[in-house]
């Protein structure tokens, strides 16, 4: 008798073969490819994070499943095409974490987090062997690959073990406070491409105080515009018309009152940000 999971699974992948058949499938998915895909694999894969942080169990199972769908999607129209499947990618992910856990299936030893890390870096380089492995291209593969904020806080890490550090935190701060008046200095003197430019150097110096304490600059922004939104929502529920009847200083006020009903947690938002609609009809 099939396990249980991977009976599960082959249902999924016969369920998605069925949906992209000629014979009887589902229009959308017939138009798909991998291309048409990656906004949806985007999509997925920001709200099983979401659903991982503020979501039910039920809630982070769903959108698992949610994820997995677009791996087998990938697989199935690339079955299609003779290129790979499913199977073959689970073959491969299989060999590279065997390969890249030799303290685990092999002779080698590492008993700490650090070890583990420098060992995966230095198999990884050795598998790669050419020029996009040197510093650099590991670096611009990191901003290629990843959202703005997470590219530049593992960019600042990988630095920051090159010998690229500040002595103190100070001199962190310092490096704030420089490209904070770059940055007044461009908004008031230079065109929009050198703004940008003085913008973004400044948030990567913010990014380098995230670092040193610890922080996640991109769970700080999230946090942020959920505070954001739920201020909003304590407003047009205590408000007697739409935000947009009030003067700014009644604005301000309606602002300051759902502070402090938050700050004396009193308010329950209706939506979470694991609450959303499906946004197409694969789910």
């Given at each position: 008798?099939?396990?249980?999971?991977?009976?599960?699974?082959?249902?999924?992948?016969?369920?998605?073969?069925?949906?992209?058949?000629?014979?009887?499938?589902?229009?959308?998915?017939?138009?798909?490819t991998?291309?048409?895909?990656?906004?949806?694999?985007?999509?997925?894969?920001?709200?099983?994070?979401?659903?991982?942080?503020?979501?039910?169990?039920?809630?982070?199972?769903?959108?698992?499943?949610?994820?997995?769908?677009?791996?087998?999607?990938?697989?199935?129209i690339a079955?299609?095409?003779?290129?790979?499947?499913?199977?073959?990618?689970a073959?491969?992910?299989?060999?590279?974490?065997?390969?890249?856990h030799?303290?685990?299936?092999?002779?080698?030893?590492?008993?700490?987090?650090?070890?583990?890390?420098?060992?995966?870096?230095?198999?990884?380089?050795a598998?790669?062997?050419?020029?996009a492995?040197?510093?650099?291209?590991?670096?611009?593969?990191?901003?290629?690959?990843?959202?703005?904020?997470?590219?530049?806080?593992?960019?600042?890490?990988?630095a920051?073990?090159?010998?690229?550090?500040?002595?103190?935190?100070?001199?962190?701060?310092?490096?704030?406070?420089?490209?904070?008046g770059?940055l007044?200095?461009?908004?008031?003197?230079?065109?929009?491409?050198?703004?940008?430019?003085?913008?973004?150097?400044l948030?990567?110096?913010?990014?380098q105080?995230?670092?040193w304490?610890?922080?996640?600059?991109?769970?700080?922004?999230?946090?942020?515009?959920?505070?954001?939104?739920?201020?909003l929502?304590?407003?047009?529920?205590?408000?007697?018309?739409?935000?947009?009847?009030?003067?700014?200083?009644?604005?301000?006020?309606?602002?300051n009152e759902?502070?402090?009903?938050?700050g004396?947690?009193?308010?329950?938002?209706?939506?979470?940000?694991a609450?959303?609609?499906?946004?197409?009809?694969?789910?």
């Amino acid at each position: 008798m099939l396990n249980p999971t991977l009976a599960a699974l082959q249902r999924l992948v016969d369920v998605v073969a069925q949906l992209r058949s000629p014979q009887g499938g589902c229009p959308w998915d017939l138009a798909q490819t991998p291309q048409t895909l990656i906004p949806h694999i985007i999509e997925e894969a920001y709200e099983t994070v979401a659903a991982l942080q503020t979501g039910t169990q039920a809630d982070i199972c769903e959108e698992l499943g949610d994820l997995l769908l677009q791996v087998v999607l990938q697989a199935q129209i690339a079955s299609e095409f003779e290129h790979f499947n499913l199977a073959a990618i689970a073959d491969g992910i299989t060999t590279k974490l065997i390969r890249r856990h030799p303290h685990v299936f092999g002779d080698e030893t590492a008993t700490t987090v650090g070890e583990v890390r420098a060992n995966w870096e230095a198999i990884k380089a050795a598998e790669k062997g050419n020029e996009a492995e040197t510093i650099s291209g590991q670096f611009r593969r990191s901003a290629q690959t990843l959202p703005p904020l997470m590219a530049s806080l593992k960019i600042s890490r990988k630095a920051a073990a090159l010998g690229f550090e500040w002595e103190t935190l100070e001199d962190v701060w310092g490096k704030v406070e420089e490209e904070w008046g770059e940055l007044k200095e461009a908004i008031a003197h230079k065109n929009t491409a050198e703004q940008e430019a003085e913008l973004g150097d400044l948030l990567f110096a913010l990014i380098q105080i995230a670092r040193w304490q610890g922080l996640d600059p991109s769970r700080a922004l999230q946090g942020t515009n959920h505070r954001f939104i739920q201020r909003l929502e304590i407003m047009e529920r205590v408000g007697d018309r739409p935000l947009t009847a009030y003067s700014l200083p009644e604005l301000d006020q309606l602002w300051n009152e759902a502070k402090r009903q938050l700050g004396q947690g009193r308010f329950q938002p209706e939506h979470s940000p694991a609450d959303h609609p499906d946004s197409d009809g694969t789910a």
